[in-house]
């Protein structure tokens, strides 16, 4: 008679299986669409926009420095000059011989015109006068040579030469970067490349920022395929105004080629065994089905299910090592007061 009572009382209320134990209870969510993107990762390096170490075109000594360590030079500033006075005095000569010439070419000139001198002197004299004009030229172009300029706007490097030193022909004297823009090169498979084009978005991670990431475009794509690695180099430009980024960073990239829409469920719901995959789809009664899918990308913890189901199926989510095919299972929040299998009234005795 007691037996009897407690089962009245208790044992309506519970699902239960074959075997007379509670059926397991879980979690399930419905397989539902979601934007799935193709994803390509690589290491690459940073480059300077534009980069160039000033050397001393020859050996001279050092009279003037016009930078600080890590100042900021403009296009054409001069940056060194090293000493000239023999060029000065040469340049004085020279521009003194081609007055010269060219007052005596002047001369026979006016002579020529009147009668009184030969075609063949006027041409020798246009020849020496051009030729004055020559050695002024080039004394010209040696101090010149004296001078080192920018080539380009940009941020020079720490100075480690002094103003009085003698600079052997191609010492360097500075190095100037442009770093307003960093060229990024990584390297892709050969294998990937029909997802790689020119104008394609990226994001790049540095450990020096962490949380910052830096969105950049693919500019170019090495048309060389490298026979040892099979890869390609690819080069990306990030815009860097706040010179966060430096010439030699190692950085990680991302680039998403394109994107679609794809069925898609939790990565916990889905288990694998050997080559194949599957998840439990809960059916009527809730009981559950065994059921191999196929899947593609991995994406924000969601797996793309290429086929296998049906949009709206539920499937085990948590509690996935407790069931079996076949098995019935109780839906977590079904049993809860105002749940969708709520509670029956137990009985008062």
């Keep these: 008679m007691l037996a009897a009572l407690l089962a009245a009382c208790g044992g309506g209320d519970?699902?239960?299986?074959?075997?007379?134990?509670?059926?397991?209870?879980?979690?399930?969510?419905?397989?539902?669409?979601?934007?799935?993107?193709?994803?390509?990762?690589?290491?690459?390096?940073?480059?300077?926009?534009?980069?160039?170490?000033?050397s001393a075109p020859v050996t001279e000594r050092i009279v003037r420095l016009n930078f600080d360590d890590g100042a900021f030079v403009q296009r054409g500033q001069v940056v060194a000059v090293l000493r000239q006075a023999e060029q000065s005095a040469q340049l004085s000569e020279a521009n003194a011989r081609l007055r010269e010439s060219q007052q005596q070419l002047q001369r026979v000139s006016e002579l020529k015109q009147r009668g009184f001198a030969t075609r063949s002197s006027y041409d020798t004299q246009v020849a020496a006068a051009a030729a004055a004009r020559a050695q002024a030229q080039q004394v010209q172009a040696q101090i010149g040579d004296r001078v080192v300029r920018a080539p380009f706007s940009g941020w020079v490097s720490l100075r480690n030469i002094s103003v009085g030193a003698i600079a052997s022909q191609g010492t360097a004297i500075a190095t100037v970067s442009d770093?307003?823009?960093?060229?990024?090169?990584?390297?892709?498979?050969?294998?990937?490349?029909?997802?790689?084009?020119?104008?394609?978005?990226?994001?790049?991670?540095?450990?020096?920022?962490?949380?910052?990431?830096?969105?950049g475009t693919i500019r170019t794509v090495d048309p060389v395929?490298?026979?040892?690695?099979?890869?390609?180099?690819?080069?990306?430009?990030?815009?860097?105004?706040?010179?966060?980024?430096?010439?030699?960073?190692?950085?990680?990239?991302?680039?998403?080629?394109?994107?679609?829409?794809?069925?898609?469920?939790?990565?916990?719901?889905?288990?694998?065994?050997?080559?194949?995959?599957?998840?439990?789809?809960?059916g009527e009664g809730n009981r559950v089905r065994?059921?191999?899918?196929?899947?593609?990308?991995?994406?924000?913890?969601?797996?793309?299910?290429?086929?296998?189901?049906?949009?709206?199926?539920?499937?085990?989510?948590?509690?996935?090592?407790?069931?079996?095919?076949?098995?019935?299972v109780r839906l977590e929040g079904q049993d809860r007061p105002g749940g969708g299998g709520g509670q029956r009234a137990r009985g008062s005795g």
């Design 14 to 54: 519970a699902r239960q299986t074959g075997g007379g134990r509670q059926a397991p209870l879980v979690k399930a969510e419905a397989a539902t669409p979601m934007e799935f993107a193709d994803r390509i990762e690589a290491v690459g390096t940073a480059r300077a926009n534009e980069q160039v170490t000033l």
């Design 179 to 215: 770093i307003s823009t960093i060229k990024l090169d990584f390297t892709v498979p050969e294998t990937m490349l029909a997802a790689i084009r020119e104008g394609l978005p990226i994001q790049a991670n540095s450990a020096a920022w962490p949380n910052r990431p830096f969105n």
């Design 225 to 282: 395929i490298d026979p040892n690695t099979r890869a390609v180099t690819v080069r990306a430009h990030l815009q860097n105004p706040d010179r966060a980024l430096r010439p030699g960073m190692m950085m990680s990239v991302a680039i998403q080629s394109s994107t679609r829409s794809a069925l898609s469920v939790p990565e916990l719901a889905v288990l694998g065994e050997g080559d194949s995959r599957y998840v439990f789809v809960v």
């Design 290 to 328: 065994r059921t191999e899918v196929r899947t593609g990308a991995h994406q924000n913890g969601r797996v793309e299910i290429v086929s296998g189901l049906r949009p709206g199926q539920r499937v085990v989510t948590e509690g996935i090592i407790k069931v079996t095919d076949g098995m019935q």
